[in-house]
T-cell receptor
Framework: NAGVTQTPKFRILKIGQSMTLQCTQDMNHNYMYWYRQDPGMGLKLIYY???????DKGEVPNGYNVSRSTTEDFPLRLELAAPSQTSVYFCASSLVRELFFGEGSRLTVL | DAKTTQPNSMESNEEEPVHLPCNHS???????IHWYRQLPSQGPEYVIH???SNVNNRMASLAIAEDRKSSTLILHRATLRDAAVYYC???????????FGAGTTVTVRA
């Protein structure tokens, strides 16, 4: 039982490049989330999904896109990377109350 | 969204109890009180949650004031591994998202 798995763990992007952060969970959870955490700050919700085919914006969705074609996978797409997107990204999933988080993906945009 | 107020930091000695306060004076009747913690370089992990009554689990205890305007997370015997940022979060009964504040940074002295 792997829980929530995020790839890659580290990535350096150049300004204007695009990439996808992968997130998969093996707990059959309906709810999935993407957060970002800037240094010394709390987590901010980017997007979330309540089930396959359904996604919605969180607090800071600009510059990101998501899709949810299966229960297990919830990839986060960054288009035209900007230095302001340098952050640690966390994916999470939940069944009802408790959120389970991945180990994070550290992204640097130079 | 109802907000919470926590101290920025707290220090404790190893094997002593830690009492982490959280004020939430605008809590509504359907808001659950959740606590998560984030160890260094890891994603947050669930600690405990409650609605009206005090709650205990293997990690901690949650004491909720009678008027529900404040709560206290109690770590009964702090270990070095308990050094983390602790987040107190209100979550409406019909909401599946969590909003993280800055939390309380707990330092445990050996």
């Amino acid at each position: 039982n792997a829980g929530v798995t995020q790839t890659p763990k580290f990535r350096i992007l150049k300004i204007g490049q695009s990439m996808t952060l992968q997130c998969t969970q093996d707990m059959n959870h309906n709810y999935m989330y993407w957060y970002r955490q800037d240094p010394g700050m709390g987590l901010k919700l980017i997007y979330y999904s309540v089930g396959a085919g359904i996604t919605d914006k969180g607090e800071v969705p600009n510059g990101y896109n998501v899709s949810r074609s299966t229960t297990e996978d919830f990839p986060l797409r960054l288009e035209l990377a900007a230095p302001s997107q340098t952050s640690v990204y966390f994916c999470a999933s939940s069944l009802v109350r408790e959120l389970f988080f991945g180990e994070g993906s550290r992204l640097t945009v130079l | 969204d109802a907000k919470t107020t926590q101290p920025n930091s707290m220090e404790s000695n190893e094997e002593e109890p830690v009492h982490l306060p959280c004020n939430h004076s605008t809590i509504s009747g359907t808001d659950y009180i959740h606590w998560y913690r984030q160890l260094p370089s890891q994603g947050p992990e669930y600690v405990i949650h409650g609605l009206t009554s005090n709650v205990n689990n293997r990690m901690a205890s949650l004491a909720i004031a009678e008027d529900r305007k404040s709560s206290t997370l109690i770590l009964h015997r702090a270990t070095l591994r308990d050094a983390a940022v602790y987040y107190c979060i209100l979550r409406a009964g019909n909401d599946y998202k969590l909003s993280f504040g800055a939390g309380t940074t707990v330092t445990v002295r050996a």
